[in-house]
């Protein structure tokens, strides 16, 4: 897969937040697997760009949590999908001007 500018911004802000690069056995970690995340719930909601799909993240994530009507998915991987979510909202707003 082609990362993608935004793609590696999300990477490098995971990383300068603390979160790790490569697990305890030394396979690629979080600051990978989110913004694969990302990717993934981008397209299963039928954006083609993070950034229309940044511009919507507050209804998409919304659909993500524990009430919303795609919770089970963002529930996976113990709560791997909406924590991605959750700072990919984060990490959005740093742009907001």
């Given amino acids: 897969m082609?990362?993608?500018?935004?793609?590696r911004a999300y990477n490098m802000y995971l990383r300068d937040k603390?979160?790790?690069e490569k697990s305890k056995s030394g396979n690629?970690?979080?600051?990978?697997d989110y913004p694969n995340?990302?990717?993934r719930i981008c397209k299963r909601e039928g954006y083609d760009n993070?950034?229309?799909?940044?511009?919507?993240?507050?209804?998409?994530?919304?659909?993500?949590?524990p009430n919303g009507t795609e919770a089970e998915y963002g529930n996976q991987s113990d709560g791997s999908n909406l924590?991605?979510?959750?700072?990919?909202?984060?990490f959005y707003g740093c742009f907001d001007a």
């Avoid at 690629?28 to 990978?32: C, D, G, K, V």
């Fill in 18 to 20: 603390g979160y790790s």
């Fill in 37 to 39: 995340r990302i990717d």
């Fill in 50 to 65: 993070w950034d229309d799909f940044g511009e919507q993240i507050f209804d998409i994530l919304g659909k993500y949590e």
């Fill in 2 to 7: 082609d990362k993608t500018i935004a793609w």
């Fill in 83 to 90: 924590k991605a979510l959750k700072l990919f909202l984060e």
């Fill in 28 to 32: 690629l970690s979080t600051t990978y």
